[in-house]
């Protein structure tokens, strides 16, 4: 296990109702004017804004409201909230919504308190100070609630980028999971499929006896297996969605990610194509991560087995163990498929000619040195086509081809 430091210092309230406990954890927290940020009116419709503003009128804690945050955050509306904070002299952030308000939210608690441009922090510049940030969460997914990272895409370029820092760490987060029982299904699955996104991410690793970040993972997507299906079946299961709630903060507040290196190059292909299609984050990565994986599979065969084996229940052949690294690979995309995900990039809005673009903005855009470094180091090469290589082992971009050429012939 490598040295690290663990600091997550979120107060979480969690269960039915807790959103009555905003104003008072504002103040709890130091908060005596409020910015409330929320997206494109899920949070208006429920009534939980209502009920948000209700909690701070009820301590006398004044606020200003900015909403129309979209799925992946655009840059425009952190500049209009960052000034719009300065104006009112706002000392807090509260961020009702999902993991798009909530990283906006961040965005701006970030440039606030920042002399020069915020989109400095998501070229590499770590954020060590911030306006105190506060959620309350109505989608189970990006686990921004726990997390220190913000996702925002630069309208000027549309690169969609992260920045990090404890001091974007939430102060609380208000997890309620009735709130999540008015999402579609699609956003559930997208959400879940999220979910274990981060865990697989964390669960790839170069680090050697890690056995205990990897059984908690291993549960963890064992849980989002079981509670899954549950919730697509039955929107209103209060208890699953509890479960999912909680996994969803634990597979990326690092818990489970400490200690280990860790992967994140699934997340960097499919950050290009939200930038540029405006799919659900969920969706593209439910293509992504099967096509990824298959792709890297053979750096550590044993590794993809042994999720194979622990989680998805497949068979160990020991002779042949990429047999049952692919077979769970399987598993996994035959699980997103099984909750409402899209198979194939085509199906996200993804075009063949756009493949360079795509390429270049993965490796060079916004100042990338040309590769991505996680489980393995991807180059353009393998992002791209390299004649005679892919025949083995076709390349990420190369099943993307694919992909949308089955898709083609199977819709002829
Ligand atoms: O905007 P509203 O009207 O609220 O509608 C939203 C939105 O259309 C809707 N929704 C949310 N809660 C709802 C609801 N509809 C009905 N009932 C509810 N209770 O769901 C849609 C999606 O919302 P969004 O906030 O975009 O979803 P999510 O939480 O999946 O966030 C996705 C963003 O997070 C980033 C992604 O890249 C993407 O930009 N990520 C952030 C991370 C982080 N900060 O740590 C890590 C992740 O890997 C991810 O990259
Ligand atoms: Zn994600």
Redesign the pocket.
């Known amino acids: 296990m490598d040295n690290f430091n663990f600091y997550s210092p979120t107060y979480f309230a969690f269960g039915k109702d807790r959103e009555q406990d905003a104003g008072a954890l504002v103040k709890r927290f130091g908060g005596s004017k409020v910015l409330i940020h ?6 208006v419709r ?1 009534g939980l804004l209502d009920r948000v503003k209700a909690s701070l009128n009820a301590e006398s804690i004044p606020y200003v409201e900015l909403g129309g ?5 655009r840059s425009g509306l952190v500049y209009q909230g960052i000034e719009l904070c300065k104006r009112e002299g706002v000392d807090f952030v509260l961020a009702v ?7 906006s939210s ?1 965005a701006i608690a970030a440039g606030v308190v920042y002399d020069g441009d915020f989109w400095d922090f998501y070229c590499g510049k770590y954020i060590d100070k911030a306006l105190p940030v506060g959620t309350i969460l ?2 189970t ?4 609630e726990g ?1 220190p ?3 925002i ?1 630069n309208e000027n370029g549309m690169y ?1 980028r ?1 920045a990090t820092g404890d001091a974007i760490r939430p102060k609380f987060s208000i997890l309620n999971p009735a ?6 299904p699609y ?1 559930t699955a ?2 879940i499929t ?1 979910i274990m ?2 865990l697989y991410e964390r669960y790839l690793t170069n680090t050697k006896e890690v056995e205990v970040t990897d059984r908690l993972t291993e549960a963890l997507l064992l849980t989002m297996i079981h509670e899954g299906p549950r919730v697509i079946e039955n929107p209103d299961n209060y208890e699953a969605r509890a479960n999912i709630m909680w996994a969803g903060m634990m597979a ?1 507040n690092n818990a489970v990610g400490v200690g280990r290196s860790q992967d994140w190059t699934s ?1 960097d292909i ?2 290009e194509l ?1 930038a540029l299609y405006d799919c ?3 969706a593209g990565l439910a293509v992504t991560l099967p096509a990824n994986f298959t792709y890297v599979m053979h750096h550590d065969v044993m590794r993809f087995a042994k999720v194979a084996v622990r989680v998805w229940g497949c068979q160990m052949d020991f002779d042949h163990p990429e047999v049952t690294a692919k077979a769970g690979i399987e598993a996994l995309r035959r699980f997103f498929i099984s909750i409402g995900m899209p198979k194939y990039f085509a199906e996200l809005g993804a075009k063949e000619e756009d493949i360079p673009k795509l390429v270049n903005s993965l490796c060079r855009g916004n100042g990338r040195p040309g590769c991505l470094t996680g489980f393995t180091t991807l180059n353009e090469e393998d992002c791209a086509t390299k004649p005679g290589f892919q025949m083995r082992r076709p390349n990420i971009w190369k099943r993307f081809f694919w992909n949308i050429q089955t898709l083609r012939s199977a819709t002829r």
């Open positions: 929320y997206g494109g009116g899920s949070v429920s945050v979209k799925p992946n955050p919504g999902g993991g798009s308000t909530i990283d961040k109505t989608i997914a990006a686990g921004s997390s990272d913000s996702v895409t969609k992260g709130l999540t029982q008015t999402l579609p956003q997208c959400g999220d996104a981060h990326h997340h499919e950050h939200s659900a984050h969920g």
